[in-house]
């Protein structure tokens, strides 16, 4: 007797090589962990190694600094024509929220490391480049610090 339902296919048979036909799943952490061996952005990276898991780390912490730094430079000097400068914010922009999705991404891996570093490389990049501890003029309120528009939900 037949128990499928009409339009359903039966499983394909298992492999004649002599192979199970399982692929390798990966056990994917719904809550904060701590551990070296878990996938950040890429598949099979940072690996096992403790030295790709530090490398890992600072490139999350590099592009989080990046995110900061992009959200309060100014490259665009005034008077420039108007369309290639519009051009430019537009590029600036595009690169600024690939590089803040990755960020995210990464910290959706759920290792605490990540997330630690993501969050301490947002603090370092804001205290360099937005914070104005660093500045040595007192700046008006009205004076136009960067040429991208806050990052806002």
């Known amino acids: 007797m037949d128990h499928q339902m009409p339009g359903m296919s039966p499983p394909p048979p298992p492999p004649m090589n002599g192979t199970t036909g399982m692929h390798h799943k990966m056990m994917m952490h719904m809550t904060f962990f701590w551990g070296k061996d878990t996938l950040i952005l890429f598949s099979g990276w940072p690996g096992s190694s403790t030295g790709m898991y530090v490398l890992a780390l600072v490139f999350i912490f590099a592009l989080a600094v990046l995110v900061e730094w992009l959200s309060h430079c100014r490259l665009i ?19 600024r929220v690939g590089l803040a999705y990755l960020v995210m991404l990464a910290v959706m891996s759920f290792n605490g490391g990540v997330f630690i570093v993501a969050v301490a490389g947002h603090l370092v990049g804001f205290l360099f480049f937005g914070s104005g501890v660093f500045k040595d003029t007192e700046m008006p309120p009205y004076h136009k610090t960067s040429d991208l528009p806050p990052l806002s939900c």
Request: aromatic share 0%; no cysteine.
């Open 77 to 95: 000097k005034p008077g420039s024509n108007n369309v290639a400068a519009g051009l430019i914010k537009t590029l600036m922009h595009a690169i």
